[in-house]
């Protein structure tokens, strides 16, 4: 039981470069989320997906795009990085039911040149 | 906007001494609150909850305490360990018709001194 999983660990990416940043969960959770995490900050929600075949606009979506690909997939891409964007990305999970807690990956380090 | 934020962005105790750290929310409909601890390098790992019709909720060695009064989370570590060391995060649940969302602070860098 891994858990989340998140890959890359770790991405260099040129200014304009496109990528997609993974999360895989096999909690059977139906809720996925994802964050990004500046230095001396909390964690600013991007995009949400409630459900199989839902997303949802987060707190700072401009940039981003996201696919619900499955129950257990939700991935993120950039289209156009920018120096902006670097940071580092967690993706999270919450079980149905209300009162509970998101559980996250260990997270994806991008730094944008 | 509505936030969750913290008082204090360090705090530094010594080891065995009991710990509080501090969070203040303004939105009343959160229906739930969670702390997070966050290791360097690592992502958040969930410590304790508690429901908003809650006013203290104990686990081992943390308790968190919620007063909807004045708005206001802690967290108390008792007999703080070395291990303890972290950044610390209060978050609030906002339940929404597509969802539910957490909304964090900006987090307490907590360091223990052997």
């Known amino acids: 039981n891994a858990g989340v999983t998140q890959t890359p660990k770790f991405q260099v990416l040129k200014t304009g470069q496109s990528m997609t940043l993974q999360c895989a969960q096999d909690m059977n959770h139906n809720s996925m989320y994802w964050y990004r995490q500046d230095p001396g900050m909390g964690l600013r929600l991007i995009y949400y997906?409630?459900?199989?075949?839902?997303?949802d606009k987060g707190e700072v979506p401009n940039g981003y795009n996201v696919s619900r690909l499955n129950k257990r997939e939700f991935s993120l891409r950039l289209e156009s990085a920018a120096p902006s964007q670097t940071s580092v990305y967690f993706c999270?999970?919450?079980?149905?039911?209300?009162?509970?807690?998101?559980?996250f990956g260990p997270g994806t380090r991008l730094l944008v040149l | 906007g509505e936030s969750v934020g913290l008082h204090l962005p360090t705090l530094s105790v010594q080891e065995g001494d009991n710990s509080i750290i501090n969070c203040a929310y303004s939105n009343s409909a959160s229906d739930y609150f969670i702390w997070y601890k966050q290791e360097s390098g690592k992502g958040p790992q969930f410590i304790i909850d508690i429901r908003s019709n809650m006013d203290k909720r104990q686990g081992q060695r943390v308790t968190v305490l919620l007063n909807k009064t004045v708005k206001h989370l802690s967290l108390q570590i008792a007999a703080t360990q070395p291990g303890d060391s972290a950044v610390y995060f209060c978050a609030e649940n906002i339940r929404e018709t597509s969802g539910s969302r957490l909304t964090f602070g900006e987090g307490t860098q907590l360091t223990v001194n052997p």
């Open positions: 999270a999970t919450k079980p149905p039911g209300s009162g509970k807690t998101q559980y």
């Open positions: 997906s409630a459900s199989e075949g839902t997303t």
